[in-house]
């Protein structure tokens, strides 16, 4: 037997609907929880506490499950990301060949820690554990453009430009 699908968010807000419709077609099951959440993200660009908890009640979750599975990945963000994001990757490979100062620079010059978006919206700055890239490193994603061999001064060539 397949749920009716959810009442209308009380928002009105038609992103809801949208989202409705990818539960349905996963017919609203606890193990499509990962694909909704991409797909909450590309909806609503980041994954807000009412967002959390209106998947959790459409799927029958308990709002802790989803938001640890929110939590757990690198890729969703609970808080509106900048126009511009610049991931570091510190895995090991990374790490041993300098990702630690560059993400320290990158934090320095933007007046922000990893995990943060710049006051006027410009940059979020991201600390990734690996972005797979490792035969590159160290490497650092620059709004979703993998690039290797990175050093703090060509990042922040980069940085620079989009500030």
Known sequence: MMPVASPPHPSGDKRFKMLDAAMKRHRFQPDALLEILHQAQELFGFLADDVLLYVARCLKLP???VYGVATFYNFFSLEPKGEHTCTVCT????????????????????GVK??????????????????????????????????????????????????
Do not use: H, N
Request: hydrophobic share 40%; aromatic share 4%.
């Open 63 to 65: 709002p802790s499950r």
């Open 91 to 110: 895995g090991t490979a990374c790490y041993v060949k300098g990702a630690g100062g560059i993400l320290a620079a990158v934090e320095r010059e933007a």
């Open 114 to 163: 990893a995990g943060d978006t710049t006051a006027d919206g410009k940059l979020s700055v991201v600390e990734a554990r690996c972005v797979g890239a490792c035969g590159i490193a160290p490497a650092v994603v620059f709004d979703g453009e993998v690039a290797g061999g990175q050093t703090a001064v060509t990042v922040l060539e980069r940085v620079r430009r989009w500030r």
